[in-house]
């Protein structure tokens, strides 16, 4: 079974960064685009940022852009999320996604595979 495990969330100050990691297990990671996926408290599911099988390709949402940066670690099966500048409403759960095929998606249901999740909280 395909298992998404993600770290390194947590409290940080407004203009702060954080560094989340996603460990992914049960496929043949590199033959898998990934994506993060975050919900804020009474909001829908936003996504955040993706990134091609190979580390090729990626792409972020436009709020996301100069501050948010995901890479990945074929060798370590890891993927990360470094998230700099950070804002108050960046305060949400991150969801580390997995999809199927290699190339990137940018929409929210073509990944088919999320971990538990892990909280963000960005105080002002």
């Known amino acids: 079974q395909v298992q998404l495990v993600e770290s390194g969330g947590g409290l940080v100050q407004a203009g702060g960064s954080l560094r989340l990691s996603c460990a992914v297990s049960?496929?043949?990671?590199?033959?898998?685009?990934m994506g993060w996926i975050r919900q804020a408290p009474g909001k829908g599911r936003e996504f955040v940022a993706a990134?091609?099988?190979?580390?090729?390709?990626?792409y972020y949402t436009d709020s996301m852009k100069g501050r948010f940066t995901i890479s990945r670690d074929n060798a370590k099966n890891t993927v990360y999320l470094q998230m700099s500048s950070l804002k108050p409403e960046d305060t949400a759960i991150y969801y580390c996604?997995?999809?199927?095929?290699?190339?990137?998606?940018?929409?929210?249901?073509?990944?088919?595979?999320w971990g538990q999740g892990t909280r963000v909280t960005v105080s002002s």
């Open positions: 996604a997995l999809k199927g095929g290699p190339t990137i998606g940018t929409m929210t249901g073509q990944y088919g595979y």
């Open positions: 049960g496929r043949t990671f590199s033959s898998c685009a």
């Open positions: 990134i091609s099988g190979s580390g090729s390709v990626t």
